[in-house]
């Protein structure tokens, strides 16, 4: 008797907002003209959610984590690895992930037997904050092996930088390289277990070569010409092991997909072996093509059970307080939702709601909660008629978390084990 | 000033459903005459629950745990205890219980000193899904005595059965003697400390004394003499301890009571030391007599603060989709509401809910909310009329778990101790 379904989670990220006195009070989401995400909260379920818990503010990284079902709570220790994600590496379980400064050092670096830096001191942590020629410093140090241990290194915003060191036998108890003040040397990393010691003794070394490699390179060649301090060190702090989160397919039984404009969102999907297939014309701007998004929705849910689409529009419109930006962000959400209705199967549940709040008036990630909706063959309809802050709290499905997603829907979809008898 | 109160909470088992076509879009709940679960609600305050956890779907063994306030998250491991109490076995806390199955061995058993099997292979791990005698092939080892262990044994489904080993000094760290495989010998169990080394001892034993019993028994001999393979060993695994709970009356400081029909809920209250009546005319099936369970529900209350009572009726409809049955279970359902609040005294607290949804259009339990209403002195009635799955939607208690039933209960009927100053 019981039937499978497929079900597929559209979130438009940040779509969450407070009154604007400009819109009479409306949210821009009330004020938009979005007649398919009024059409599913019409034929469907609705509510408010917590991505995280009541009033916490949500990370896109903890938000996503959440409602893929991962307790973000016990999940996201040491940001090293979410941090390496959010900039795009590649991520495995067991990696040993840092955060990294490029920094100045001045003097003639030596590593000693006993793992302790002599010779040089930080002149600045931050190498005057550089904001150019990072991405080929990085290129320099990256790859590099030390041992039977891989360091990739990729550059992030300005001075900021994540080295992930990928090899057998490594833990994460591992104190900074960075020691936090100008003026000192570098210090040695010290671990407090045998692999952590490793970890140690390898980060050591790619230090000390990250020195070699950086110090008459080009860019700082040009830094020293242009009368700048060279970033001539990396330096890396935070250690954490990339942690052990049960593949998606496994926890839920059924094979997944994202379909995701952002390097973060994309590596936590590749990071529990889901399908993240990479979408022509999604730009992660204003400018993205929404439509080809919802194409690669359909597409996938021809043999994939579940697939979760964000789109990011919305969210620029939040964090620039750009009232018409995000009123068009949420008209692109509309289109985008219209097209996988229009397109995937009537059976398939959708749900559509936001991994967070991105209010005008604050220009940041809130922790105001965000409407959802899910319509589809099994859910029982409820009163509300369109999909806003306030509509929806008149909804069945009252006011519900991020964790709540995946058990509600697997319920739906009919794939879901029984806990007990 | 504080007046205590009595409380009842009375369960339509899987009475929760979805939207059903041929009812209009209604559940049958939605559909069925009940007047007094919409007094209930009338005069209550409503709101939706989930049993467990939104989304999760509950067994009947969780749902009434988490009701009674215990986690089924923390006590629910190891599935032997509650499959014990599944089939009407007397569980006491720290019992072993294993599940078995009856399987053929082909040759002829020993057991080694050192606790290994041999001489004999399983031909068939499940006896040729033996359906027929294993009630007389249960008994013939039932009440074995090993050492200073009584070992219990009952007949489950087919080759289905469970042993539950009482005495001292037991562990539960034990491995299977079913060797998951045909064509090798019965593995010899293993315990991994002390306590669970004296377990393993008991199984091997038990295991070498059940093929002596059943290997002339005449239901094999019949077997063999129908060309079928006799079942003849019992073979354990999933060692599970049954747990320590509190006994319902510790916890609260109450006496409580359960009236229910089927065996499995009948193991967790005697399991919680409640008051656990016999009811005659309950059968648990669409013919029991309801008001015989209304009756026994109004003579517990009179020397039991609390009362838990499930009619099974509603769920049968759910599991064979068969709309109008399910109608009758939940006017069924109505009429043993009708005679409590009759029968009971005006002040006491009535809850009236469902353990789970069994959905016409799944056939089994789901993890959809369940309505709940609660009526009594002590309530702040909300707008509510009716009592229906999207009825309550609107109504005070809002979206709540199964275990907060308990403390909102107790607190209503003011025997609940203040937490701090």
Redesign the interface.
Known sequence: ???RTKGAVLIADGLGDRPVAELDGRTPLEAADTPYLDRVAAEGECGQMDPIAPGVRPGSDTAHLAILGYDPFKVYTGRGPFEALGIGMDVQRGDICFRCNFATIEGELTLTSDGKFTGAKVADRRAQRISEGTHDLAEAVNGMTVEDVTCYVKESVEHRAALVLRGPGLGADVSDVDPHDADAPPHGAEGKDESSRKTARIANQFVLRSWEALKDHPVNQQRVADGKLPANIVMPRGAGIAPHLEAFAERYGVPGACIVETGLIAGIGRYLEMTVPEVPGATGGMDTDELALARAVVEMLADHDFVLCNLKAPDLGGHDSDVRGKMVGAQKFDNLVAAVLDGAADEVHVAITADHATPISFGDHSGDTVPIAICGP??????VRSFGERAVV???L????GS????????LM?V??????
Do not use: C, Y
């Open positions: 008797m019981s039937t099994n859910v029982r309809p409820d009163s008149a909804g069945g009252a006011r519900i978390r709540d997603i995946m058990p509600i829907l697997t319920n009919g879901q084990e029984k806990f007990g008898a």
